[in-house]
């Protein structure tokens, strides 16, 4: 047990750490403000193309596949300080769906796409909720059917984030309508062009001011070959990288930075009576509580990580699943619940500046935690709402008997 | 990063756990809680003949010259079947410092004999309205002749009556002296006194007392490091502890509630009773994370002031809110003390108190940000 990071581990983070202060410049700084959450602006292209000669695009790749091999660690860092730096990295085309459609989509469509992936010219977006199907994924009812060598695509997806800059969707239908299998077992994985006919694509404006779609498929073809995977067998697809996604859900990253910035603001700043800020005890309470929240963050997400590349030798593989189930849901439930937490705590300390708009005269630290008090109810049931966390967590963690449903 | 054990670990944790188990059960506890003192000296010496009282000691003292995270190990595994002895008082705060800081002859005097389980050490790390040993402000050492005069007042002193030399801190002309009391000494009085988890406990009143200059452990100019030193560890040892004792009590609990049954179910298929049980899963999972961090980082004598702090912080909520959900989630069979989990309820309470609560301590941490001194990096 050595739970501190390796000098070559500490090293990469300063170089990770450089690389991206000096990527993101203030006009980039400036347009990622103005599109909260998503990129797509000509800036954040010419970045993404920058990461990609630089090769930090797929670094958790296999070598085989085009990236960088990266061990589950020193992904890790790296998630953490692209976050930190506040880069609208797209983590889900890259790093979620990326590998898996490198592993699983047919030749053609793999040799299409991989290269622009890789180059960071290529964003894809992700289609799986529906209007009826949020939290109870499965019970989906877009379907694709077989017609000649297309498949033709009759539905709707609610929430498809990034669609507005996608050249894809990595959309979930039904293809075995037999209502007397499991309904998660008749699901299968579409890479659908946005320009093809029939697809249409209109925005759903949120809280938080991130901007999301409906998308609609009204017959949509797509050649065979779009079908990524076997028949039928998507689910695996969906599911095997939920346990990563919600890690790099909860990177501390960004709330470690932002907790620099409101110490450093509370520095800064004097009271009318000519104290600092930060020198009144419950300023000082509010900080320590993130500060010591921050910290279990971080280990839950290095532990996984570790976890992933350093199996217990002689573990019984039932058993190993289970737990890193039971800590990928411990560390969503928790990650999620503590920043909804955190930006208030740190929002407190503000004050009233707390509600001034980025755009507004008087805004204090770029407006972010006016912005987050906006974005952060969306975590807690996105990503696998944090009930159904809690029931993986009982069951798998605590082998509790669970309620049939 | 590496979160592994060692071989070496998993032996000791093993060890631990087989002579626990088998010699500290509910009926054992109950029995030596009924004669009146919750102190097991035959596990005590059988802890000793297995070796495991020696883990941290060198070699030369008859130890098995393993460090702080193997001590830390069996403190875990002490907490987890809340067995009656005096792991962290003896084996923590007063072994390490004298290993540490003491004199040759010091150690040579009383560190064999600890790992042989003659005799046991403690120490007073308490004052009254004061839980910071570093700064000691109800005692005080006068230098006469080669040694020292002591007079003042500690409380919730552990095992102070069975103790060879009670390791404490006074003020002194020049700073912080740390001393080895003699509690036979004339001028020592204890009061015993009763706390909410039958530790054996007293309050030690100082009139006069001398102390030789064989038992001088710093004189001044370092004896508030010192201090700090091992505040930090016994902090972290209890810390350890308390992983213990609140993953039993949730394991106890999550086996309870999936066997009762009402409404002809069993309890734990209630959502609110199985999410409920998965909040002290997370709450459990991050109090370990951070106190072996904490462990770690000691273990390698790096600076971890910050990160001690955490993890008592984690601790004393942990320990808290786990308590009551597992109380709570047995119903009247949780406080009945036929069943053992109030004996983990009461050590959550012991835990939590001992040396700043997460309040305080969340204040301590607080002020180390205010210095700039404990930026997320
Ligand atoms: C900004 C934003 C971006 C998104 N991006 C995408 C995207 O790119 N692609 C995509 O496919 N989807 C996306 N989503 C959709 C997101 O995944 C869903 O919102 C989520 O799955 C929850 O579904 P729902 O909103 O229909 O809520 P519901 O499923 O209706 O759930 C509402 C609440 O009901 C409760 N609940 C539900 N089931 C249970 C249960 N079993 N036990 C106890 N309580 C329960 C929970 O409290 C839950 O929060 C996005 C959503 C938002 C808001």
Redesign the pocket.
């Known amino acids: 047990m050595k739970i501190e990071f390796t000098p070559e581990q500490a090293a990469l983070r300063t170089e990770l750490r450089a690389y991206f202060e000096q990527l993101m410049t203030p006009e980039l700084q400036d347009e990622v403000d103005a599109t909260p959450g998503e990129g797509g602006g000509p800036l954040f292209w010419q970045a993404m193309k920058k990461l990609g000669q630089d090769g930090w695009i797929g670094v958790g790749w296999p070598k085989e596949l085009g990236g960088r091999g990266m061990s589950d660690i020193e992904q890790m860092i790296f998630v953490d300080e692209v976050m930190r730096a506040g880069f609208p990295f797209p983590f889900l085309t890259t790093e979620a769906v990326g590998p898996v459609l490198a592993q699983h989509a047919s030749e053609r469509m793999k040799s299409e796409l991989v290269p622009k992936i890789l180059s960071g010219k290529l964003i894809i ?5 529906e209007p009826a199907a ?4 499965a019970s989906l009812t877009t379907t694709a059917t077989l017609e000649g060598d297309e498949w033709v695509i009759k539905g709707q ?6 669609a507005q800059h996608a050249d894809y969707i990595w959309l979930a239908a039904r293809t075995n309508p037999d209502p007397d299998i499991k309904k998660h077992k008749g699901i299968s994985i579409f890479l659908v062009p946005t320009n093809a006919e029939g697809y249409d694509c209109t925005p759903i404006h ?1 809280l ?1 001011d ?1 901007t ?1 779609n409906a998308t609609y498929y009204d017959s949509v073809r797509v050649p065979a070959d779009h079908l990524v995977g076997e028949l039928d067998k998507g689910w695996r697809l969906v599911t095997g990288q939920l346990n990563r996604e919600r890690m790099s859900l909860v990177n501390c990253g960004p709330v470690s930075q932002l907790l620099n910035n409101t110490i450093q603001w509370a520095m800064d700043n004097k009271l009318p009576n000519g104290d600092r800020v930060i020198d009144q005890p419950w300023v000082q309470i509010n900080l320590a509580k993130v500060r010591s929240g921050i910290e279990v963050l971080k280990l839950m997400t290095y532990k996984s990580a570790w976890k992933a590349s350093n199996p217990v030798e002689g573990e019984d593989p039932m058993t190993a699943a289970a737990s890193e189930m039971a800590d990928a849901s411990a560390a969503k439930t928790y990650g999620t619940e503590f920043f909804v937490e955190a930006y208030r705590l740190l929002a407190e300390i503000l004050g009233q500046a707390s509600t001034l708009h980025l755009d507004s005269k008087g805004s204090e630290l770029r407006g972010r935690l006016e912005m987050l008090y906006r974005t952060a109810s ?1 975590i ?6 944090n ?2 966390q809690r ?1 993986i967590i009982a069951a798998a963690g605590l082998w509790m008997p669970r309620a049939q ?1 | 990063m590496d979160f592994s054990f060692s071989d070496e670990q998993r032996d000791v944790q093993n060890l631990a756990q087989a002579i626990l188990n088998d010699k500290a059960t509910p009926e054992r506890q109950d029995a030596l809680e009924k004669q009146g003192e919750r102190y097991d000296a035959q596990l005590w010496a059988q802890l000793a003949e297995s070796g495991l009282l020696g883990v941290a000691l060198e070699a030369k003292y008859g130890g098995m010259n393993f460090g702080f995270t193997e001590l830390c190990l069996l403190i875990e595994e002490v907490g987890r079947t809340t067995a009656p002895v005096p792991v962290v008082p003896v084996l923590v705060s007063s072994v390490l410092p004298i290993q540490r800081f003491g004199t040759d002859e010091q150690k040579q005097r009383l560190l064999p004999g600890v790992a042989s389980g003659e005799l046991l050490l403690t120490a007073a790390l308490m004052e009254s309205c004061n839980e910071n040993p570093a700064t000691p402000a109800l005692t005080n050492a006068r230098a006469q002749g080669q040694g020292y005069v002591l007079n003042g007042s500690k409380l919730c002193v552990p095992f102070a009556d069975k103790a060879q030399r009670i390791l404490l801190s006074a003020q002194t002309d020049t700073g912080v002296g740390v001393f080895l009391l003699d509690p036979q000494a004339s001028g020592v009085s204890l009061a015993p006194l009763k706390v909410t988890s039958q530790e054996p406990q007293f309050e030690l009143l100082l009139n006069n007392v001398m102390v030789e200059a064989k038992d001088v452990i710093d004189t001044g100019a370092k004896g508030a490091s010192i201090m700090q030193w091992l505040a930090e560890r016994t902090s972290t040892a209890y810390c350890a502890m308390q992983t213990g004792v609140s993953d039993k009590s949730m394991r106890m609990t999550a086996s309870y509630t999936g066997e009762r049954q009402q409404f002809d179910v069993p309890i734990a298929t209630f ?1 609110a009773v199985g999410h409920r049980a998965a909040d002290c899963y997370i709450d459990v999972e991050c109090q370990r994370l951070v106190t072996q961090q904490a462990i770690s980082l000691l273990d390698n004598e790096r600076e971890a002031t910050t990160e001690v702090e955490i993890a008592k912080i984690w601790t004393g909520d942990c320990g808290h809110r786990v308590s009551f959900a597992a109380q709570h989630l047995h119903g009247g069979v949780g406080i009945d003390k036929d069943y053992p989990l109030w004996r983990y309820c009461v050590w959550s309470r012991h835990i939590e108190m001992i040396l700043g609560s997460s309040a305080s301590t969340l204040a301590l941490l607080g002020g180390r940000i205010a210095a700039g001194r404990a930026f997320a990096n």
């Open positions: 977006a992700i289609g799986y909720s949020g939290t109870d994924l997806k609610i929430f498809t984030s990034l949120t938080g991130v999301t969306i807690t049931f996105g990503g696998g709402a009930e159904i029931d449903r | 959502q």
